[in-house]
């Protein structure tokens, strides 16, 4: 096994005791956030009951309840984030969130939700068998014609990326050792098995991927070190998503 659950416990209380209940818990990079929670927002919509599967410290369910008035179930299981995310005052909502301690392994929801959602979940359970398993239970949570909006780290993406990467003699950037990431053939017939339909993708990240992380240390002079919060990232963010060079993407499922 390439990491252990209690690894990634460990991971997340020191995330929860350095970053609180800021956006940039489990990503430092900021605009990696911002662009994801536009990315999240364009499928959801007023009125639907949601689940949010890991949902860290709340930052992002705090975000979607003052876009739209849903009724928003978000847990995760490191005691510590949703300690964090309990303590929220949000103010100006529209909808309603509450966050509750629970493990994607052991959800046991039966046809209540308009739409599931992860983000960066799924990818840390600690074998294909375990992903497996959640999958089968948030499809179970799922309501017939339900959506799973599944924004999670795929292989296609890191290796185009890493292919662009080495045409300008860039090292490879590794799978981090605390994911598994996902093969997009085997995810979508898994899918299928558990009865859904494949929907479509957004690999919204792939133009800033592309700059950030292919251009930028490119084009950076030698010694000089590449940083996320580097000037030109505020450039390479608003570019359009073309291609697909980035592992974060969203895929979407709806129940049959
Ligand atoms: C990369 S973080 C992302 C958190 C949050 N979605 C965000 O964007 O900040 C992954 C989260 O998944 C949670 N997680 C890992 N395994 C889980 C499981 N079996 N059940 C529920 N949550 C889990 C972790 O505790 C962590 O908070």
Redesign the pocket.
Known sequence: MKFT?EQ??D??RE?AAKHGDGGT???QDIRT?VL?IEALAAHLSDGEKVL??????G??AEELVKLFSIDLDA????PD?IEIAQKRKIENAKGHVSYAV????K?DADGLYDTVL????????VSWD?QKV?LENIVRALKPGGQYVMLESFWTGLNNLNEARGELDLEEIPESW?NLFFDEDKTIAEMERLGCSYVDQNPFLSGYYFGSRVLLPALMPKGKKVTSNSRLNDYFSALPPAGDFCPMKIVRFRKN
């Not at 847990?75 to 490191?78: L, T, V, W």
């Not at 992860?118 to 359970?125: A, G, M, T």
């Open positions: 659950t990634i416990l991971l997340y995330q818990s489990t990503i956030r994801e949010e599967v890991g949902c860290g410290n930052f992002v847990f995760d299981f490191s984030m629970n493990d994607v392994l959800l992860s983000e960066r979940c799924i990818q840390n359970l375990d959640a605390h």
